[in-house]
C-alpha cells in the first residue's frame, strides 16, 4: 500500500479525534491506523514515530480548535464583549457528551515532558489564547492587560478542568469568573469610549 496526501490527512483527522476522546496512551499504532484506513507501514513512511503523528495532529487541528472559541476577526463587539464570547462558548461546550477539555491542555498533561514536540505546539496554541485576551485587554483600557490575560487563561483552563472532574456543565460560571476578572481590571464596557 503507497502512501498519498489522502492517507497523511486521513491519519491526522483520526488521530485528532482518538486523541482528543480517548487520550495519547489509551491510542496505539494499530488502533490509529485502522481509524484511518492505512497500514502501519504506510504511518511509519508518514512519520518516524507516534510522537511525531501527536505533534502534527495538534498543529494541524490546532487553528480549528482556536476558531471555535475565539471570535471571528470581522466581530465588531466591544474588546470585553469578546472575551466574554469565549467563554460564553465554553460555558455552552462543556455540557457537550463529546466535551473533554482543552486538547492542548490535555495533550501537555498527559505527555508530562515540556520538550516532547507535542507539548511545544500546544504551548504555542496556548499563547495565541493568552495574546488574545492581552490584545483584548488593551484595547479595553485594562489597567494591566498582561496580568488580565494571564488571568483569563488560567479561568479558561480551570473551568475545562472542572467541566470533567465534575462531569457537569458550567452553568455560567466561567464567563461570570471571567467577567469578574474583567470588572476587576476596570475593563471598559462601553464600546463608545474604547480606543480603537
Not at 476578572?181 to 464600546?191: E, G, Q, V
Request: charged fraction near 25%; glycine fraction near 6%.
Amino acid at each position: 500500500m503507497t502512501t498519498t496526501p489522502d492517507s497523511r490527512e486521513r491519519l491526522l483527522k483520526a488521530a485528532n479525534e482518538l486523541f482528543y476522546r480517548d487520550g495519547v496512551g489509551a491510542v496505539g499504532v494499530d488502533k490509529l491506523c485502522k481509524a484511518a484506513g492505512i497500514s502501519k507501514k504506510s504511518m511509519y513512511q508518514l512519520f518516524d514515530t507516534k510522537n511525531d503523528v501527536v505533534a502534527a495532529a495538534l498543529e494541524r487541528y490546532g487553528p480549528w480548535y482556536l476558531a471555535m472559541y475565539l471570535p471571528d476577526e470581522s466581530d465588531d463587539r466591544s474588546p470585553r464583549d469578546r472575551v466574554l464570547h469565549v467563554f460564553d462558548w465554553l460555558d455552552g461546550r462543556s455540557s457537550a457528551p463529546e466535551f473533554t477539555g482543552c486538547p492542548f491542555v490535555n495533550i501537555a498533561t498527559e505527555l508530562r515532558d515540556p520538550d516532547h514536540p507535542a507539548s511545544t505546539v500546544a504551548r504555542r496554541f496556548k499563547q495565541h489564547l493568552t495574546d488574545f485576551f492581552e490584545r483584548q485587554a488593551e484595547l479595553g483600557g485594562a489597567a494591566d492587560p498582561q496580568l488580565l490575560a494571564r488571568q483569563l487563561t488560567v479561568v479558561f483552563d480551570g473551568a475545562c478542568a472542572s467541566a470533567i472532574v465534575r462531569a457537569e456543565g458550567l452553568a455560567g460560571l466561567s464567563r461570570a469568573t471571567a467577567a469578574a476578572l474583567l470588572n476587576a481590571a476596570r475593563m471598559d464596557t462601553d464600546p463608545a469610549t474604547t480606543p480603537r
